[in-house]
């Protein structure tokens, strides 16, 4: 079973045991990106300067990848400029529900709910399967600390994180300033034809903007 970029955020998002979501904001922009890339990797849409067109509709296999593509499909036939950052800021905390349900219909994490204070409903998401993140980690590890070199989608992932600003979500315990180096190097190296990387600078770019306007929201 693969599991998405998007789920592959979330994984690391999420507290193995609690459930609970640490920088779901930040982490909400690169789950939404996630599913983007996905797409343009599978060659769904195609990013021309900031502007999302549509390029095959057909459908991938993937129930996530393809609530999505019929969402943006729609939402692409109406007026008006269709950017990455138009679509970002539109799906982040829905494709953060949608990346939940996914990851539970996998049966990689379980769904727990409660009433905080008897009243207000509240979700938990704990782990079920620990063998996918697992994997994902040792993944980024031999990537980010070990210095292997990336499959594409390895590099996507770690350029999604970086430029939402979520290397401690990766590692928590390693060595800050160098992982974030070689996640920069990572982000901007040769590993996609040009046309993918340049779709993947122009979604880095979007996402880099969105979180700051996020963190500087919460912190003032």
């Given at each position: 079973m693969n599991?998405?970029?998007?789920?592959?955020?979330?994984?690391?998002?999420?507290?193995?045991e609690?459930?609970t979501?640490?920088?779901?904001?930040?982490?909400?922009?690169?789950?939404?990106?996630?599913?983007?890339?996905?797409?343009?990797?599978?060659?769904?849409f195609?990013?021309?300067?900031?502007e999302?067109?549509a390029a095959?509709?057909?459908p991938?296999?993937?129930?996530?990848?393809?609530?999505?593509?019929?969402?943006?499909?729609?939402?692409?036939?109406?007026?008006?400029?269709?950017?990455?950052?138009?679509w970002?800021?539109?799906?982040?905390?829905?494709?953060?529900?949608?990346?939940?349900?996914?990851?539970?219909?996998?049966?990689?994490v379980?769904?727990r709910?409660?009433?905080?204070?008897?009243?207000?409903?509240?979700?938990?998401?704990?782990?079920?399967d620990?063998?996918?993140e697992?994997?994902?980690r040792?993944?980024?590890?031999a990537?980010?600390?070990?210095?292997a070199?990336?499959d594409?989608?390895?590099?996507?992932?770690?350029?999604?994180?970086?430029s939402?600003?979520l290397?401690?979500?990766?590692?928590?315990?390693?060595?800050?300033?160098?992982?974030?180096?070689?996640?920069?190097?990572?982000?901007?190296?040769?590993?996609?034809a040009?046309?993918?990387?340049?779709?993947?600078?122009?979604?880095?770019?979007?996402?880099a903007?969105?979180?700051?306007?996020?963190v500087?929201?919460a912190?003032s």
């Amino acid at each position: 079973m693969n599991i998405t970029l998007a789920e592959e955020v979330m994984l690391l998002s999420l507290d193995d045991e609690s459930g609970t979501a640490k920088k779901r904001q930040a982490a909400g922009w690169a789950v939404a990106g996630g599913i983007l890339l996905e797409l343009v990797l599978a060659g769904r849409f195609t990013i021309v300067g900031k502007e999302l067109e549509a390029a095959d509709t057909s459908p991938t296999g993937d129930a996530l990848l393809d609530g999505r593509l019929e969402l943006i499909r729609t939402w692409l036939e109406r007026r008006g400029r269709h950017t990455v950052t138009g679509w970002l800021t539109k799906d982040h905390t829905k494709a953060v529900a949608a990346a939940l349900d996914s990851l539970c219909a996998r049966g990689v994490v379980e769904r727990r709910e409660h009433k905080a204070l008897g009243m207000f409903p509240v979700r938990r998401y704990p782990e079920a399967d620990g063998s996918h993140e697992r994997a994902l980690r040792e993944r980024l590890r031999a990537c980010v600390l070990d210095g292997a070199e990336p499959d594409q989608r390895t590099a996507g992932l770690i350029a999604l994180l970086h430029s939402a600003k979520l290397h401690d979500l990766a590692f928590a315990d390693g060595p800050r300033a160098e992982v974030k180096a070689r996640m920069a190097e990572v982000a901007e190296g040769q590993w996609a034809a040009e046309s993918i990387r340049k779709a993947i600078r122009d979604m880095q770019a979007a996402i880099a903007a969105v979180t700051a306007v996020t963190v500087l929201t919460a912190t003032s």
